[in-house]
T-cell receptor
Framework: GESVGLHLPTLSVQEGDNSIINCAYS??????FIWYKQESGKGPQFIID?????DKRQGQRVTVLLNKTVKHLSLQIAATQPGDSAVYFC???????????FGTGTRLKVLA | GAVVSQHPSWVICKSGTSVKIECRSL??????MFWYRQFPKQSLMLMAT?????????EQGVEKDKFLINHASLTLSTLTVTSAHPEDSSFYIC??????????FGEGSWLTVV
């Protein structure tokens, strides 16, 4: 069936460097995407979202890029900090359903 | 502060018993809530969509009679795991949709069946 997957299960970066977390999605009907951060033992926290009519959206220290041609989503974190260590999930949604399909997750480890 | 609250945060129950998990929207009325389960080091898997005043919509492969969902009010949905077994041990997370269509997640509930 349709699914959302991630390329890298674990990403280790030096503190202060930029991080890039990737996600591939397969449902061409998905038109809304969200990146979530999940710390150990807690529920997901919203980071940033993007609609399919955009290819880039910036937040505070984070940028999401959407490439609909290859069905690829990425999350860029600038100047990665120890507090960014967590598991990051991308989630896709199709208009009107409010159901989110989550990707497999990438663990980000920030090295001091 | 949290806008979606789950209770209990963690629970241990004996095999064969039932356990109820509550999901409450604190600052808004949620006509729709969602229940997910998450195994360690895995992603969130949607179990069911809970609609206030009507029956829940279950995802394929989720047993309706085992995971009873009740959405009796606009601020409360409950998930009851009936006749729990060790394989039901998991992290259960709910989310709620605001009238403005924003989704907020709860902090999750750890269930351990012994």
């Amino acid at each position: 069936g349709e699914s959302v997957g991630l390329h890298l299960p674990t990403l280790s970066v030096q503190e202060g460097d930029n991080s890039i977390i990737n996600c591939a999605y397969s449902n061409s009907a998905s038109d809304y995407f969200i990146w979530y951060k999940q710390e150990s033992g807690k529920g997901p926290q919203f980071i940033i979202d993007i609609r399919s009519n955009m290819d880039k959206r910036q937040g505070q220290r984070v940028t999401v890029l959407l490439n609909k041609t290859v069905k690829h989503l990425s999350l860029q974190i600038a100047a990665t900090q120890p507090g960014d260590s967590a598991v990051y999930f991308c989630a896709e949604n199709t208009s009107g359903t409010y159901k989110y399909i989550f990707g497999t997750g990438t663990r980000l480890k920030v090295l001091a | 502060g949290a806008v979606v609250s789950q209770h209990p945060s963690w629970v241990i129950c004996k095999s064969g018993t039932s356990v109820k998990i509550e999901c409450r929207s604190l600052d808004f009325q949620a006509t729709t809530m969602f229940w997910y389960r998450q195994f360690p080091k895995q992603s969130l898997m949607l179990m069911a969509t809970s609609n206030e005043g009507s029956k829940a919509t279950y995802e394929q492969g989720v047993e309706k009679d085992k995971f009873l969902i009740n959405h009796a009010s606009l601020t409360l949905s409950t998930l009851t795991v009936t006749s729990a077994h060790p394989e039901d041990s998991s992290f259960y997370i709910c989310s709620a949709r605001t009238p403005g269509n924003t989704i907020y997640f709860g902090e999750g509930s750890w269930l351990t069946v012994v």
